[in-house]
């Protein structure tokens, strides 16, 4: 197509790649790990022949093949990870079928550890509908097995909730598939046929036919993602047909850097141990009736803690941020002539048999000439019409998420308060109990908030946490990594979410001990820190109303 393509609809995904065609495998003869798609062997014709015209022609019907969803959720990631020179995976394409459409083409590179990216999917599709898993659980088990009744030890409810979150973040897809019909995606390693030179080399080059039929491109970002030449022929054909946005709107590009989801599961364990430790001190508060010595107590378990998990917390939070740093900078000197590709990274020649190796950028090159210039262009001013496409159109809306920490403020808080939702059956029946009990007159409201505001202060400071981790914390770090050593920067992050957390803690217990039993003077800290809470998740929920928790695609596939 000539001349630039309107913009495409970006979304970024909950919650922390490869190269060449993106297909994936190693074949019967020996091939590289290194390409998207294992690189073509030197006696294949068609990999000699193949011109960019070539690449443009439509693959015969029987090649289209996509795999389920659920299938490339599968084997916990051995899908994603990287094949061997001698890997044989014929029996992994049986796994995909014939379809007309995907609902979902998935863009990586092989260099990128496939367990990162299992679990940066693992994130994306399931981990809404374990939360909700999870809040029906604790909300059920809260009415059939209130704490004292003797059905259930207290213990087991939060431990019952988090298996099932975890059930949930693993299985989702697969349980989806059992009742209705699973989404259809395109995963190089699975798609393309392995057994037969001839076959393979034919879907590799002409990606684009897998492209156009899929409705959104899945692209798992890594730092060296932009740098891969296959990784960017697929966002060009993307980003392409200018008649085609205007009448559908753009196809949307669901950006996922894999290194937020596992932040998503880090904060997910650290916050559920520290709501383990807090509320278990909160209980001895209780006990001993609100004392000097038990909120010293208090401080000094929940001082200590921290150190365990926060420390990883905020060196993959600062990574994060740093990588969207490189990503501008990225950005800002795109040129796909600089890009790499296996063949020109090796000379030209097999690394295993030593055969010539046809040269994929000039294929490549001759495509984008076609899409983003005209005969009248030479080559060199197309290839430029397509990197400002990248730099403005790309770019702007990738950028904006990442620097302004929403794509980790929707992991963080829905990883905060996931870790939450199991302790609810212990808490809310209790809650209930006393409410219910200074409603008859039986006990004053200021007792009812001596004994069970405790346990709501923990939870409320905890929730704030998340987001000074985000908008403050974080930050911080990547301000300080520049001029300290990672331990120091680490050590100072972690002091400053005690001063932030302990401090916004302390005014609840304080304002027990220094009024009278009956006074509701407590209430007034935990009133700010909910409305704190309302407000900074309110600006959450409206940043995710452009990602992918709320695009109607993903909301479909989950």
């Not at 029996?91 to 496939?114: A, I, P, Q, V």
């Not at 039929?213 to 990784?231: A, G, M, T």
């Not at 803690?305 to 917390?313: D, G, K």
């Not at 219910?436 to 007792?447: F, I, N, Q, T, V």
Request: overall charge positive.
């Amino acid at each position: 197509m000539e001349g630039r393509t309107r913009p495409c609809t970006i979304s970024l995904a909950t919650s922390t790649g490869d190269e060449s065609p993106s297909g994936s495998s190693a074949s019967s003869r020996p091939s590289s790990p290194q390409s998207r798609l294992s690189p073509l062997s030197p006696l294949s014709p068609l990999s000699h022949s193949l011109s960019s015209d070539d690449m443009l022609t439509s693959l015969q019907p029987t090649l289209i093949r996509g795999v389920a969803l659920h299938t490339c959720l599968s084997g916990l990631g051995r899908h994603w990870r990287r094949p061997s020179f001698n890997e044989s995976l014929r029996s992994e394409y049986d796994l995909s079928s014939r379809t007309r459409s995907y609902d979902f083409f998935f863009s990586h590179d092989w260099e990128t550890n496939g367990w990162l990216k299992f679990v940066s999917l693992l994130v994306l599709f399931n981990s809404r509908a374990a939360t909700l898993a999870t809040l029906a659980y604790s909300l059920l088990a809260a009415a059939v097995f209130p704490p004292g009744t003797g059905t259930l030890p207290s213990h087991w409810l939060p431990i019952i909730g988090y298996l099932v979150f975890l059930v949930f973040l693993v299985s989702w897809q697969h349980l989806r598939a059992a009742v209705r019909a699973s989404r259809t995606a395109f995963l190089d390693k699975l798609c393309i046929p392995q057994g037969d030179e001839e076959l393979k080399a034919s879907c590799i080059f002409r990606l684009s036919s897998f492209l156009d039929r899929s409705k959104s491109l899945v692209v798992l970002w890594s730092p060296q993602y932009f740098s891969r030449l296959w990784c960017m022929y697929e966002v060009a054909t993307f980003l392409r047909d200018r008649r085609q946005q205007r009448s559908q709107s753009g196809k949307p590009v669901v950006f996922l850097p894999v290194q937020v989801s596992v932040l998503y599961l880090v904060t997910f364990i650290a916050n559920s141990v520290l709501h383990f430790s807090t509320l278990s001190a909160a209980a001895m508060w209780r006990f001993q009736d609100q004392s000097f010595g038990a909120m010293a107590w208090f401080i000094l378990c929940n001082s200590s803690l921290p150190w365990v998990f926060l420390p990883t917390c905020f060196r993959l939070c600062t990574d994060v941020l740093q990588d969207a740093a490189k990503l501008r900078d990225q950005f800002l000197s795109f040129r796909i002539q600089d890009s790499m590709c296996f063949c020109c990274q090796h000379g030209h020649q097999h690394p295993e048999t030593g055969g010539d190796i046809p040269c994929d950028r000039q294929l490549i090159y001759g495509v984008l000439q076609k899409w983003f210039g005209s005969s009248a262009h030479s080559q060199e001013e197309c290839l430029d019409t397509f990197n400002r496409l990248v730099r403005t159109e790309l770019a702007p809306p990738v950028l904006r998420k990442l620097e302004d920490e929403t794509l980790m403020a929707q992991y963080l808080t829905t990883a905060g308060f996931a870790s939450f939702l199991p302790w609810i059956p212990i808490l809310l029946p209790a809650w209930l109990t006393e409410l219910r009990s200074a409603c008859e007159g039986h006990a004053g409201y200021g007792k009812l908030l001596r004994s069970r505001g405790m346990d709501l202060n923990i939870v409320l400071v905890l929730l704030c946490c998340v987001h000074w981790r985000v908008k403050v914390i974080g930050p911080l770090g990547l301000r300080l990594r520049s001029s300290l050593s990672p331990a120091v920067t680490v050590a100072l992050q972690v002091l400053a979410e005690l001063f932030l957390g302990l401090g916004s803690w302390l005014l609840f217990p304080m304002s027990v001990l220094l009024v009278h039993e009956d006074s509701l003077i407590p209430a007034l800290p935990l009133c700010l820190l909910l409305l704190l809470n309302v407000v900074l998740y309110k600006r959450a929920a409206e940043e995710r109303g452009s990602g992918f928790l709320a695009g109607k695609l993903l909301r479909k596939s989950q």
